[in-house]
């Protein structure tokens, strides 16, 4: 059984640039949620998808916007970089009906210049 | 809107102490919560949680009991190791099962 993987592992931009994250879920898994952390903080909730719809959202302006796959991969796309969007960004899979069990993926480190 | 409030940190203690970190929390309805660890250079892991109101999460000697009187869910250890030395986030997730909401973690140092 595989897990979550996410690639790249880091990241730069500049101010202004898009960036696209990916996120393969872990085996059998037909949920993903997307979170930002930055430096010294805790997660924040950015999305999920469920069968390729978006399922839920945070507190994120519509510049950080997503896409699931059939094979229940994903990705995080994110318009207009800002200073601010310098973070890690994880993905976790989980099952729908079992959402309380989620797997994290190791992370993408995007640094905004 | 839902929240979780977290004790702050570094938390420095030696081995074979009892450890708490607290946690309360804001929701509507009937949330679940969780406690994640995070070790140094890996990702974050499910720890323990707990569904609904008096049920008590345990995994490897930690513990934490859903209040709702007091909107807490407390963690505890009877005896730490070093190997425990990570940082802890407390967390909640809405009635809905669609939004997650972690507190901002807590780091925990155990000397030998």
């Known amino acids: 059984e595989t897990g979550v993987t996410q690639s790249p592992t880091h990241l730069i931009k500049t101010r202004g640039q898009q960036v696209t994250l990916r996120c393969s879920s872990q085996s059998g898994h037909n949920t993903v949620s997307w979170y930002q952390q930055a430096l010294g903080q805790g997660p924040q909730f950015i999305f999920q998808y469920y069968r390729e719809e978006e399922n839920g959202r945070g507190n994120f302006p519509p510049r950080f916007s997503g896409l699931q796959f059939p094979n229940y991969s994903s990705e995080l796309n994110v318009n207009a970089l800002e200073l601010d969007d310098s973070a890690l960004y994880l993905c976790a899979s989980s099952l729908q009906g079992t959402w309380e069990t989620q797997y994290f993926g190791p992370g993408t480190r995007l640094l905004v210049l | 809107g839902d929240s979780v409030t977290q004790m702050e940190g570094p938390v420095t203690l030696s081995e074979e102490a009892f450890l708490t970190i607290n946690c309360t929390y804001t929701?509507?309805?009937?949330?679940?919560l969780f406690w994640y660890v995070q070790y140094p250079g890996e990702g974050l892991q499910l720890l323990l949680k707990?569904?609904?109101?008096?049920d008590k999460g345990s995994n490897k000697g930690f513990e934490a009991t859903y209040r709702k009187e007091t909107t807490s869910f407390h963690l505890e250890k009877g005896s730490v190791q070093v190997s425990d030395s990570a940082v802890y986030f407390c967390?909640?997730?809405?009635?809905?099962?669609?939004?997650?909401?972690f507190g901002t973690g807590t780091s925990l140092t155990v000397i030998p």
């Open positions: 967390a909640l997730s809405g009635d809905t099962g669609n939004q997650f909401y």
């Open positions: 929701a509507t309805g009937y949330p679940s």
């Open positions: 707990a569904t609904k109101a008096d």
